[in-house]
């Protein structure tokens, strides 16, 4: 018999209005009886818009936790602090889903997943590029082995000139990193995935200051302060993997380049390769001739009406609710994202002292 969960939400700043409230007030199985934030006025417009009657506003996460009715917590604050309310949230008794990326740090995400493991509830990261079309149809061609072994792969997240101004993402200290820890991880999480590969060996990387030092710096969301910008403007790595497969990561808010391709990834098999370039592209070579093939992801089939598709925050949503209903894994398991992270904290570490990191 269905029954309803009730969530709380800690973090109710744009993340939180623009992904989990949004889709998690469209499901009929759950209502928000709970915001927390550091601002009041934030939890109590957030409430006002998505909460249900009688939904609560906090200020201390732990006495929203201290509600023994809230079933479900997401966490939704700048990175430095996912690691203590998400263990907090789980020792509370529970399910957790925390925004990407999963920690600050490798070891604060190990503690996540100790925690999620002592203690019996669910934990899932926002790992939200997954659900997208493509995503969903290349993982299926990937586990149908249509792709063969995935030796080598790229991930992609290039932005030419799109620094977030505004909260803390120049802030070191609450991030822990720039345009890699930020967007980097959704690039590193979809190649993961795909490759179902979560064994690294060794990992080299770079990270560059290059253009963040400049004034009045054409920018999409307007200048930024070059005093407060304390994280790298790009990074890059190379991890190669136990089995002796490569993955080459790229990440930027700010760089030279046209080639400009945000959480996607590109895949080299034995028996075809896979691109999210330029949509969802396969290529391969049958009857002693190359080809390329592109994949359409639209549904229909009808004059003027390409089909109602779910998006991806919609479904990201409605299967984390189902895991917790049906009590399976959820899609973004803790013991993947802990290596995403460890991977990160990798090429940080290599691009500082200038050695390979092994792991």
């Known amino acids: 018999m269905s029954r309803t969960y009730r969530i709380g939400i800690v973090g109710c700043g744009g993340i939180a209005n623009g992904k989990h409230l949004p889709s998690l007030k469209k499901l009929n199985n759950v209502e928000i009886v709970a915001f927390c934030d550091v601002i009041e006025e934030r939890a109590a417009e957030a409430a006002g818009k998505y909460g249900a009657e009688g939904a609560k506003v906090?200020?201390?996460?732990?006495?929203?936790?201290?509600?023994?009715?809230?079933?479900?917590?997401?966490?939704?604050?700048?990175n430095d602090s996912h690691a203590d309310i998400t263990i907090a949230a789980l020792e509370?008794?529970?399910?957790?889903?925390?925004?990407?990326?999963?920690?600050?740090?490798?070891?604060?995400?190990q503690r996540m997943v100790d925690a999620a493991k002592?203690?019996?509830?669910?934990?899932?990261?926002?790992?939200?590029?997954?659900f997208r079309p493509d995503s969903q149809h290349l993982k299926k061609l990937c586990e149908d082995g249509e792709l063969g072994e995935i030796y080598f792969a790229k991930g992609h997240a290039i932005r030419r000139r799109a620094v977030p101004t505004w909260g803390v993402f120049l802030d070191e200290e609450k991030q822990g990193g720039g345009p890699l820890i930020d967007i980097g991880t959704h690039?590193?999480?979809?190649?993961?995935?795909?490759?179902?590969?979560?064994?690294?060996?060794?990992?080299?990387?770079?990270?560059?200051?290059?253009?963040?030092?400049?004034?009045?710096?054409?920018?999409?969301?307007?200048?930024?302060?070059?005093?407060?910008?304390?994280?790298?403007?790009?990074?890059?790595?190379?991890?190669v993997m136990e089995n002796?497969?490569?993955?080459?990561?790229?990440?930027?808010?700010?760089?030279?380049?046209?080639?400009?391709?945000?959480?996607?990834c590109t895949l080299s098999g034995t028996e075809a390769g896979a691109d999210m370039k330029d949509g969802l592209r396969i290529n391969g070579e049958k009857h002693s001739r190359l080809y390329t093939q592109e994949v359409e992801l639209k549904s229909g089939?009808?004059?003027?009406?390409?089909?109602?598709?779910?998006?991806?925050?919609?479904?990201?949503?409605?299967?984390?609710?189902?895991?917790?209903e049906n009590d399976t894994d959820p899609v973004v398991t803790p013991e993947q994202a802990f290596v995403v992270s460890q991977i990160l904290e990798a090429i940080y570490e290599s691009a500082k002292t200038g050695k390979a990191v092994y792991l």
């Open 58 to 78: 906090y200020t201390d996460y732990n006495e929203l936790l201290s509600d023994g009715s809230i079933d479900i917590v997401h966490v939704c604050t700048p």
């Open 92 to 109: 509370a008794g529970k399910h957790v889903m925390c925004e990407k990326p999963m920690a600050k740090t490798a070891a604060d995400a």
């Open 118 to 130: 002592r203690t019996g509830k669910k934990l899932t990261i926002g790992y939200n590029n997954r």
């Open 187 to 239: 690039a590193l999480d979809l190649t993961l995935w795909m490759m179902n590969n979560y064994k690294p060996k060794v990992v080299l990387g770079t990270a560059y200051h290059k253009l963040s030092q400049r004034e009045n710096a054409a920018n999409a969301w307007g200048p930024w302060d070059p005093a407060k910008f304390t994280v790298e403007d790009s990074a890059f790595g190379m991890i």
């Open 244 to 264: 002796g497969a490569t993955i080459i990561l790229e990440s930027s808010w700010a760089l030279n380049t046209l080639e400009v391709d945000e959480a996607k």
């Open 301 to 324: 089939g009808v004059a003027f009406y390409d089909g109602a598709t779910e998006s991806a925050p919609d479904l990201e949503m409605r299967l984390w609710i189902q895991a917790i």
